[in-house]
């Protein structure tokens, strides 16, 4: 990666937010900052997350009531493509991400011909929940091994991903195995899946993952995936 390369396409940001008003404006006005248009999906929030949101420039998509945040992540989809966007780049909502990472992301994914783009947070040493790290390295290991890519972060949320792979991928999942389906759907179509190491930024924010219920959701999507196969 060289930083004298200069991105050639139009890209947009996306991002899925439920309950997120303390961090949401601050997060929409860096990535403002950063030069991009920002995507915000309120998925059914009951506290100022649009209101916010909207008030720091970006355009708003609320869902009327709580969908998951798979389900929001492909409306957000759908209207960059409608938009003709060139690609997205996915953000949580929480905080976690730093949009100082995004062009090295979109810069990665065009110098390689990357289909996605994924920030991998294994290995900068930040301190990520115990329970979070092993299933998340357990998870990233059956996909990397199914999907004969190594992808070491395979449940990060921080993506670049091309509007090819959007367009070409259909996505059934509506909550956080997204992460997973969208990896596992692009590889069977033979998009190259590479890693970018990013910075995360914990601030003990809740997490609205529910382990037990979220792993059995993941087993039930790699079984459809290895049926489809």
């Given at each position: 990666?060289?930083?004298?390369?200069?991105?050639?396409?139009?890209?947009?940001?996306?991002?899925?937010?439920?309950?997120?008003?303390?961090?949401?404006?601050?997060?929409?006005?860096?990535?403002?900052h950063?030069?991009?248009?920002?995507?915000?999906?309120?998925?059914?929030?009951?506290?100022?997350?649009?209101?916010?949101?909207?008030?720091?420039?970006?355009?708003?998509i609320?869902?009327?009531?709580?969908?998951?945040?798979?389900?929001?992540?492909?409306?957000?989809?759908?209207?960059?493509?409608?938009?003709?966007?060139?690609?997205?780049?996915?953000?949580?909502?929480?905080?976690?991400?730093?949009?100082?990472?995004?062009?090295?992301?979109?810069?990665?994914?065009?110098?390689?011909?990357?289909?996605?783009?994924?920030?991998?947070?294994?290995?900068?040493?930040?301190?990520?929940?115990?329970?979070?790290?092993?299933?998340n390295?357990?998870?990233?290991?059956?996909?990397?091994?199914?999907?004969?890519?190594r992808?070491?972060?395979?449940?990060?949320?921080?993506?670049?991903?091309?509007?090819?792979?959007?367009?070409?991928?259909?996505?059934?999942?509506?909550?956080?195995?997204?992460?997973?389906?969208?990896l596992?759907?692009?590889?069977?179509r033979?998009?190259?899946?590479?890693?970018?190491?990013?910075?995360?930024?914990?601030?003990?924010?809740?997490?609205?993952?529910?382990?037990?219920?979220?792993?059995?959701?993941?087993?039930?999507?790699?079984?459809?995936?290895?049926?489809?196969?």
């Amino acid at each position: 990666m060289t930083a004298q390369h200069q991105i050639t396409g139009r890209y947009c940001v996306v991002i899925p937010a439920f309950q997120a008003a303390k961090t949401i404006g601050s997060l929409v006005r860096d990535v403002k900052h950063q030069g991009f248009a920002v995507v915000v999906v309120d998925d059914g929030s009951t506290d100022q997350t649009a209101a916010l949101a909207a008030h720091e420039g970006a355009l708003v998509i609320s869902h009327l009531r709580n969908q998951g945040k798979g389900q929001a992540l492909r409306t957000g989809f759908e209207y960059a493509l409608r938009a003709q966007y060139d690609g997205v780049v996915t953000l949580d909502s929480d905080g976690q991400h730093n949009p100082t990472e995004i062009l090295p992301l979109i810069t990665a994914g065009e110098i390689q011909h990357a289909g996605i783009v994924v920030g991998n947070r294994m290995s900068d040493g930040a301190p990520m929940p115990r329970v979070r790290r092993l299933t998340n390295e357990f998870m990233s290991g059956v996909i990397s091994n199914v999907s004969r890519q190594r992808i070491p972060d395979s449940q990060c949320g921080f993506r670049f991903i091309r509007k090819e792979v959007l367009a070409s991928v259909p996505l059934r999942s509506k909550r956080y195995e997204i992460e997973s389906e969208m990896l596992l759907a692009a590889a069977k179509r033979h998009w190259k899946i590479i890693s970018v190491p990013i910075q995360t930024i914990y601030q003990n924010e809740p997490s609205h993952i529910h382990p037990f219920r979220d792993t059995l959701r993941f087993f039930a999507l790699l079984l459809r995936h290895l049926c489809w196969r």
